[in-house]
């Protein structure tokens, strides 16, 4: 049987380099609340690095289950919203259209799941950045505009993926990880 050789460095605990820093983001995102995400060491995190990196971080990453954890910090943390402007700014052009798109899918998520987040979530609206750029209908209920919106994720990707299920699955694994946490807790 041939062995493969790959192309990336193992950390003193095996994990291969590209998964030291999501190792290492996801650790962070803990620290956020957002505990939903499955880890591959036990490490901890000390600090949460500047929102607008974070926020680029996580577009960066290669795995799409954390990338896509920006909607998660953007609804468990809406003051990160000041900081996607100064985040756009370190992002090369297909990245600064992910976080558009999917700062935008956290707003509309927002709007969709408001009665629950508020249970968890100080009540702070995420501004409406990127509606009008991205031709969503404004006056249209959020899940008109999210269907909308994975319409227009999907012509400028062209990635054939359902992203209202992607958006969706975000904010039910972390609506649920809180839900159980309270459960747990009592």
């Known amino acids: 049987m041939e062995h493969k050789t790959h192309s990336y460095i193992e950390n003193e605990r095996g994990l291969p380099r590209s998964y030291r820093e999501e190792e290492r ?21 000390e600090r949460v690095r500047p929102p607008d990196v974070l926020l680029a971080d996580l577009v ?33 052009p297909a990245e600064r259209r992910t976080l558009r798109l999917f700062y935008t899918a956290a707003v509309l998520l927002q709007q969709e799941y408001a009665e ?24 249209a209920s959020p899940r008109e505009r999210l269907t909308a919106l994975g319409r ?3 012509q400028q990707t062209q990635a054939y993926v359902n992203w209202v299920g992607t958006y969706e699955n975000v904010a039910r694994r972390l609506l649920r990880s809180w839900e159980l946490e309270v459960q747990w807790s009592q």
Do not use: K, N
């Not at 998660?72 to 000041?82: D, F, K, N, R, S």
């Not at 409406?128 to 404004?138: H, I, M, T």
């Open 25 to 45: 983001v996801v650790a962070e995102l803990e620290l956020l609340g957002i505990r939903y995400l499955s880890r591959h060491t036990s490490d901890r995190a």
């Open 116 to 139: 629950r987040l508020r249970s968890f979530v100080a009540r702070q609206w995420l501004p409406d950045r990127f509606a009008v750029d991205l031709d969503l209908p404004g006056t």
């Open 152 to 154: 227009q994720h999907r």
């Open 60 to 92: 960066r990453q290669p795995s799409a289950r954390v990338r896509a954890a920006v909607i998660a910090v953007l609804l468990a943390h809406p003051e990160y919203a000041e900081a996607v402007p100064a985040a756009l700014q370190q992002l090369g």
